[in-house]
């Protein structure tokens, strides 16, 4: 495996700009949602990090301009669908996971590691609230299960014996779940789908319905 993707626990910083669509969010309160694609896409770590590059040069009606990572080994096995205003300003954020990727062994701990900076890239958490203890908790999971060798300065996270309903739909469980972001503004849906015949874990982050 090559070193792109092997990061893991790293701090993701959070890029922003006020931002109002339909509830204001505090300026403390962005992260990629309130953010403007163009900016961001050149300087967030979720981007830049994972070689997240668009596919195509034109978006769609509804706004929204897909990403893939540039690199072959994830390419097939990820999709960022980013949607936006007539400003450009980022109002939704969906994730598209294969299961393959995610139930890989030897694999599982790249994909755990996309999906919690996903996690705390898209808006702002704070340590303990239900996005970042799910964040903290896959990247946990995800070293203990892992096949590969894990090298770090620091002994492994703990983890409890019994995993949390939402990483539960992170594992494969049907069973779909709605977490809320720190502000009680946005929140993040996370279900189990399936998209052209293959299983997909499906992350969307938008304004709280």
């Known amino acids: 495996m090559k070193a792109f993707w092997s990061r893991i626990g790293a701090c993701i910083a959070c890029l922003g700009s006020l931002l109002s669509f339909g509830q204001s969010l505090a300026a403390e309160d962005i992260g990629l949602i309130g953010s403007k ?53 980022i109002k939704q954020l969906d994730l598209v996971v294969a299961r393959s990727f995610i139930d890989d062994p030897k694999k599982s701990i790249y994909a755990a590691d996309l999906v919690k900076s996903f996690l705390v890239s898209a808006a702002a958490t704070s340590a303990g609230d239900d996005v970042s203890a799910l964040a903290g908790e896959i990247n946990a999971r995800s070293m203990a299960g892992s096949t590969a060798t894990i090298l770090t ?46 299983p997909v874990l499906e992350l969307i982050v938008s304004a709280r319905s």
Do not use: M
């Open 37 to 89: 694609l163009a900016a961001v896409q050149t300087t967030n770590d979720l981007f830049v990090f994972f070689h997240f590059a668009p596919i195509g040069e034109e978006k769609l009606s509804n706004g929204t301009t897909s990403f893939k990572p540039t690199g072959d080994a994830f390419r097939a096995l990820v999709t960022l669908n980013v949607t936006t205003d007539d400003g450009g300003i």
């Open 153 to 198: 300065a620091q002994p492994l996270p703990q983890i409890s014996a019994n995993p949390s309903a939402a990483y539960q739909t992170y594992a494969g469980n049907p069973q779909p779940q709605t977490l809320f972001y720190k502000s009680g503004k946005l929140q993040i849906v996370l279900r189990n789908e399936t998209q052209a015949n293959d």
